[in-house]
């Protein structure tokens, strides 16, 4: 009895390890067919771990398509910019090897099935400017008055910063004032760089380049604006010369009004130097006028300016206003603001009074001039206005809004001029 129980669990025991082992061994047989057929399969070379299953079905009675892996150590930094210059046009039915990215590998393909399945751009679908890059327009703006030389510059939008930039590359020929250098007519030209409406306070200006009328300056600025607003901007380049004992000489200026060039893609200028200037504009200023018959006071009240163009060379932009009060012609009184410290944009809110009787006023009229504070000789012009009965347009109907509503105060915007 002992015995036969032992047998029976002797033999439990023989079937399951043999059950286990044929197990064991079926598993690692169909394991083994399995990597078998999928080395057998042709025309499919794996690029990385990644095998997409809708490669399967690329190859076909009469073409084939193949993908080749391209055996180079992928380096995370950026390519450099020469290495961008050709760049691969994709098709369907046809797909170029050239290099475009570095995350991307080498494909050729000879098969009139749809490549957009052959990318495995992690980042496939997102705008890359940067990759698209098309030949530099080369643009020359010229004007019938004479030059005072000629500005060499690049502009083009940053999409990544959201910023233009300009590239200041040279001047040439530069008429230089032969009394500053009475030997060779030599000037130290340097460049100050303003962009209007302003995007900001700071100030850019280049190099000063020392005894030449040819002066190569290679250095660039940057002008923080949405890619929306630029074309209502304005680029204006003011060429000094520099000295330093006197006031610095203005030479010329250029103006590059953006919204007739094309900055989504890299513009190349030569621009002819204008010794006067070409935008006008010189910023706003907000009055307010009113008059008291009974007193037989005029009162001017200089609230704030916006956006003026200082034309200094220096680094401060200081502005005060100086208001002249004229009467058939004549400047007979004249008074001014405070001084404004380091802004282009003051705020004032100071009142300005003039005695003047009533059947005078129709032949009056108000010089609005805003400076530049210097603490050395005058201050420096940056705009003008005159608001008078007889003035075009909006000076002369702010002039009359006043006439027609005494003892009340009328604002209104004025812009400023260099003239």
């Not at 000489?249 to 010794?275: A, F, P, R």
Request: glycine content about 6%.
């Amino acid at each position: 009895m002992m015995n036969a129980v032992i047998l029976g669990i002797t033999l439990s025991l023989v079937g399951i390890i043999g059950g286990v082992v044929c197990f064991v061994l079926c598993r690692v047989y169909r394991k083994r067919q399995h990597r078998q057929s999928i080395r057998t399969f042709p025309g499919y070379d794996a690029v990385g771990d990644y095998k997409p299953p809708s490669l399967m079905s690329i190859s076909t009675t009469s073409q084939e398509a193949f993908l080749t892996k391209e055996h180079r150590s992928v380096q995370p930094s950026s390519l450099p910019s020469t290495s961008r210059g050709s760049i691969s046009t994709m098709s369907r039915g046809s797909i170029k090897s050239d290099p475009f990215t570095e995350e991307t590998s080498s494909i050729s393909a000879r098969s009139d099935t749809s490549g957009d399945s052959l990318i495995f751009d992690p980042n496939f679908g997102a705008i890359r400017p940067d990759l698209y890059p098309r030949k530099d327009a080369v643009l020359q703006q010229s004007s019938v008055e004479q030059s005072q030389g000629k500005l060499h510059i690049r502009i083009k939008y940053d999409f990544r910063t959201s910023d233009v930039l300009v590239h200041l590359i040279e001047a040439q020929e530069l008429l230089v004032d032969k009394l500053r250098d009475p030997e060779g007519g030599f000037g130290d030209p340097y460049i100050r760089i303003n962009m209007v409406p302003e995007v900001d306070e700071r100030t850019r200006q280049s190099s000063v380049k020392r005894r030449t009328h040819n002066p190569f300056y290679n250095e660039y600025f940057k002008f923080p604006v949405t890619v929306d607003e630029v074309k209502e901007r304005t680029l204006i380049f003011q060429v000094f010369d520099y000295d330093k004992f006197s006031r610095h000489k203005t030479m010329g200026e250029v103006s590059v009004d953006l919204g007739q060039v094309d900055v989504t893609n890299s513009v190349e200028m030569w621009c002819d130097i204008q010794k006067q200037s070409q935008h006008n504009d010189m910023g706003e200023i907000l009055l307010s006028l009113s008059y008291l018959p009974t007193a037989e006071r005029l009162t001017v009240v200089v609230l704030k300016a916006k956006e003026l163009v200082m034309t200094a060379a220096g680094g401060s932009c200081d502005p005060y206003v100086r208001i002249s009060l004229i009467v058939d012609g004549k400047k007979v009184k004249r008074k001014k603001t405070s001084v404004k410290r380091s802004t282009t944009s003051p705020v004032w809110n100071e009142a300005l009074t003039f005695n003047i009787s009533s059947d005078m006023l129709p032949k009056c009229n108000l010089e609005v001039t805003v400076l530049d504070h210097d603490l050395i000789g005058h201050g420096e012009f940056v705009g003008r206005c005159i608001i008078g009965p007889s003035r075009p347009e909006g000076e002369g109907k702010h002039w009359n809004d006043m006439l027609n509503n005494h003892r009340k105060s009328m604002a209104m915007w004025q812009h400023l001029y260099r003239r």
